[in-house]
């Protein structure tokens, strides 16, 4: 593809960007090709089913394909086996005798797909046997064990495209998405440091960002983890990288609170300058250990900047108790910037175990796959 001399021109930087979306869009394709034209081989009734769960069962991931395939096949199974069972002890011809019959059947099942999202397709499944006029043609039995065999043959089908065709594992996608909710955090610490009277409505918007970025990592988390579990992935156990992660993410809650909370008089004349610095130097570090975290690289710094920085803000509250500045704050106010100093010290801690889950994806062992 041709590019100016001053690099990839607009449509290689647009195929680039949407590169994941384009290759998602390929495999349910293929999925979805591949499905119909086996189901038509086989003489499947209703082929258009097990196309449908094939685009289903194709997900971003190949954990996320795991789920879906396992979540689709079992609550279909339960759906067809149970509306069957109620479709053949209780004959319905329309009127009270269908409607006892549909409550009968979706009743149950509402409440297990209540009790565990994997069984919502279930009461979908029971309805379509019981109702569907297919279902009174070929009887409820054979029916149901038709409609088995196509979703299972969609979830084969998608399984197998989302493990053949341009294969995306969500071990890879765990590091990117926690570097990217890293930076978000290092961006609140840098607006944190300013000590800013009213919060800007980019600062604002960092918050709702961070609680969606790290609900995106815990879902691929979960998808990196059954894939380790099945063995379609040597990646490390991600939960360890996520739990750290939302521990830093806690400690800029308390910290933002307390400033929020704090005199604010105290904070800007006395300890603007050494609180600046520690939390300029915390963010330095977060965004080092963030970029180590997306190149898959080992971190290099060591956080011996944040600890002196951290050491000069105690330093800066023993010259407030050396000046009396401290005699004229009430209780709670003393006590706020001395929670200041102890959230940063957990900070730092988190920072360090941070950079040691970074240090474990980092290299051949980190993005590693079988």
């Not at 156990?237 to 008089?265: F, G, K, M, Q, Y």
């Amino acid at each position: 593809m041709a590019s100016s001399p001053d690099g990839p021109g607009p449509l290689a930087r647009f195929l680039t960007r949407q590169r994941p979306r384009l290759t998602q869009s390929l495999r349910m394709t293929a999925a979805s090709l591949a499905t119909f034209l086996l189901a038509e081989s086989l003489g499947l009734p209703q082929a258009y089913w097990a196309v449908i769960t094939a685009l289903i069962v194709t997900q971003s991931s190949v954990g996320g394909s795991l789920k879906a395939a396992l979540d689709r096949f079992l609550g279909s199974v339960l759906g067809a086996c149970y509306g069957g069972a109620v479709a053949f002890a209780l004959p319905h011809h329309g009127g009270a005798s269908t409607v006892i019959a549909l409550v009968v059947a979706v009743a149950p099942l509402t409440v297990a797909a209540a009790v565990s999202a994997g069984f919502r397709i279930a009461p979908i499944t029971a309805i379509i046997v019981l109702l569907s006029t297919t279902g009174s043609t070929l009887g409820p039995l054979a029916f149901a064990l038709d409609r088995i065999l196509e979703i299972g043959l969609g979830c084969v089908i998608g399984l197998a495209v989302s493990l053949l065709v341009a294969p995306a594992r969500a071990a890879r996608a765990v590091t990117g998405q926690a570097a990217s909710l890293a930076r978000l955090l290092a961006d609140q610490l840098a607006a944190l440091a300013r000590l800013d009277a009213e919060e800007t409505p980019d600062v604002k918007a960092l918050p709702p960002a961070v609680r969606r970025s790290l609900a995106r990592l815990e879902t691929l988390a979960g998808e990196a983890a059954r894939e380790r579990r099945s063995r379609l992935s040597a990646a490390p156990d991600p939960d360890p990288l996520l739990r750290t992660l939302t521990r830093l993410r806690h400690d800029l809650v308390l910290l933002r609170r307390a400033i929020a909370e704090s005199d604010e008089d105290v904070l800007r004349v006395h300890l603007a300058q050494a609180w600046g610095q520690a939390a300029n130097a915390a963010a330095s570090r977060l965004q080092d250990l963030a970029d180590a975290l997306a190149a898959g690289h080992r971190p290099t710094g060591d956080g011996a900047d944040l600890a002196a920085a951290i050491a000069g803000y105690r330093d800066a509250i023993d010259g407030m108790r050396r000046r009396q500045v401290t005699r004229t704050l009430s209780t709670d106010g003393v006590g706020r910037i001395f929670w200041l100093a102890f959230t940063l010290e957990q900070l730092r801690r988190n920072l360090d175990d941070l950079a040691e889950r970074a240090a474990d994806f980092a290299g051949p062992a980190g993005g590693g796959e079988t």
